[in-house]
């Protein structure tokens, strides 16, 4: 009897091998379309990346790519701002106005998470899921995938997030794909940001060029101006000096001619305080102390309906500054506040207060400023008018730039000159409808260099000259002679030269009786420091005035500090020279001993 079992076990046998190898051969398949699908998606997904143009619209084609490759109804590309919080570079899906509560998640969500973790997180049931942001909860988001986008080597961008209004969840295979194309999207921006930053560097550089250059060319053009108003202004002085009390209408004509020129002279001033070219001298001060004094004039400079208050209980606020460009900065501040308020009643609050150098803010004027001190000085002026746009903040320092009326426009550029000389920032804030806060950052100096400050004697009372003989170094010829007019009317022997050479000559013929030494920094064959010099070879102790239409900080930049010498800004009055020869000879009258000539 024959066993017909075997071959029918061989037959099934085929079969079940028969169907094996199909679906072997299925899976295969499967595998090589998903491998064609995925490899086609990135291909065209590059494609896009690699397009040129700005960053913004090729991260909007990328999202809408990625949108309609994974069926997800919101795509989102969030940046870490370093401090907790996204700023959104590109979103499709939201709602206008919705990209404002993008920026805001808790320390618990999957987008913290994802960030922090550097590894993709994916959700269901998103709409009950206290991790999943608020937005995508009231868009109705019922699967969802955050994605790490990688900055550098070692941090991470930002997030990248998919979501689905249909409980349709993100498979593995799609999350790793999402993955790669969320690396090259940080590239993109990684790269993007770089450029950015180069072209900002090369902006920078071009500005700091372009200012340098123009700072030279003021500075030229104030220093011969000021020389021409040194003489109009000496002239003035010795005319009214010289007239009755009878000629009153002339002495009055006289005096709005020198006040003029006076003013005239302060605009100088002012384009080289924009320019950060102080030609104040610089004492160390504390800032508290410097707005106490300064806080009646204020109080009185504010129109009625203004409240203006100030917090000034911290002290030891030391600063290296000069305490008239100090007022005057906050002078200007105040007076742009409470004009904001556009004849309305409002309110400016000053504050003063030390913070560490950590602290300053990232966004500040001038752009191309760099923290060095470890701590500041923040002096603060927050005001409750109009408020201004964006635009506008980023024009109120170009100079002549004016929201009022025309004519004015210097405030705030001579704020940010002035800040900008002594190594200092200005950051400003400002929403439409509620006001604006200024906050200007100056290095908080050591409380050890605070030096007493004495009142300054006004006028010329109590400075009548005793006989003295003074060496007058002065190129400018009217200068030369009103000056030495001025000195003889003080009541010195005034020996007068046009140049440092004659100087130098003059002062050998009679070193053991000259007092004090009054020379021009800008000479003609001999400067000024070589004339110093000579005349200090002679007679090391000999009290000497440094005179220029430059600016001080520009005059002494460079040079060593030495004993018994001061410097006088051209134009300067009978009053200032008065003040400062009789000062010269007061500090060195019992140490200035004569050195027989050579």
Known sequence: MHDLSTPQRTAGSSVDELERLRAEHSATVQTLQAAVRDTSRLARLF??????????????????????????????????????????LATIG??????????????????????????????????????????????GVESAVWLPVAGDESTCRGVLVLGRCQALPF????????????????????????????????NRL?????????????????????????????????????????????????????????????????????????????????????????????????????????????SGLIVLVSSHQIGQLLTNLITNAWEAMNAMPGEIQVSVRAVSGARVPKTYLPADWTP??????????????????????????????????????????????????????????????KGSTFRVFLPHAPLSLLESRTPTPSGTAGLQAKPSLILLAEDEERLLRNTQRMLVRLGYEVMAASDGVVAVERFRQRAGDVRVAVLDIAMPRMDGWATLAAIRALRPNLPVILVSGYNQVDVLRGQPPQHGLSFLHKPY??????????????????????????
């Open 372 to 433: 060095r001190a470890a701590s500041y000085v923040c002096l603060e002026v927050r005001d409750t008018g109009c408020g201004m746009t964006a635009d506008t903040v980023g024009k109120i320092f170009d100079p002549f730039f004016t929201t009022k009326f025309v004519g004015r426009g210097l405030g705030l550029p001579v704020v940010l000159g002035t800040v900008r000389a002594y190594d200092g920032i200005v950051s400003v804030e400002s929403v439409i409808g």
């Open 573 to 598: 009055s009978l009053v200032d020279l008065c003040k400062l020869v009789a000062k010269a000879l007061a500090t060195t009258e019992d140490s200035a001993q004569a050195t027989p000539p050579r």
């Open 171 to 202: 498979i593995q295979s799609d999350i790793d794909l999402l993955m790669a194309m969320a690396y090259r999207i940080g590239v993109l921006v990684e790269r993007a940001h770089a450029e950015e930053e180069r072209r900002n560097l090369e």
């Open 47 to 88: 494609a896009i990346l690699n397009e040129a143009g700005p960053l913004d619209r090729v991260l909007d084609r990328v999202l809408a790519t990625l949108s309609e490759l994974f069926l997800a109804d919101v795509v989102v590309l969030l940046e870490s701002t370093g401090d907790g919080g996204f700023s959104p």
């Open 206 to 314: 071009r500005q700091a060029e372009k200012t340098e250059s123009l700072g030279r060319m003021a500075s030229a053009i104030a220093h011969h101006f000021n020389n021409m108003l040194g003489a109009v202004v000496s002239s003035l002085d010795l005319a009214l000096d010289e007239l009755s009390d009878k000629n009153q209408t002339v002495l009055e004509d006289l005096e709005i001619a020198r006040e003029s020129a006076l003013r005239a002279a302060k605009t100088s001033e002012l384009m080289l305080a924009y320019l950060g070219q102080s030609v104040r001298s610089r004492e160390t001060v504390d800032l508290t102390e410097v707005l106490r004094e300064a806080l009646p004039e204020l109080q009185a400079s504010v129109p009625a309906g203004v409240k203006l208050t100030f917090d000034l209980r911290d």
């Open 94 to 139: 939201l709602p206008a106005g919705m990209e404002r509560r993008v920026a805001f998640s808790s320390e618990m969500s999957y987008t913290t998470s994802a960030l922090r973790t550097r590894q993709p997180l994916a959700a269901t049931g998103a709409r009950v899921d206290p991790k999943v942001d608020a937005y995508l909860r009231e868009l």
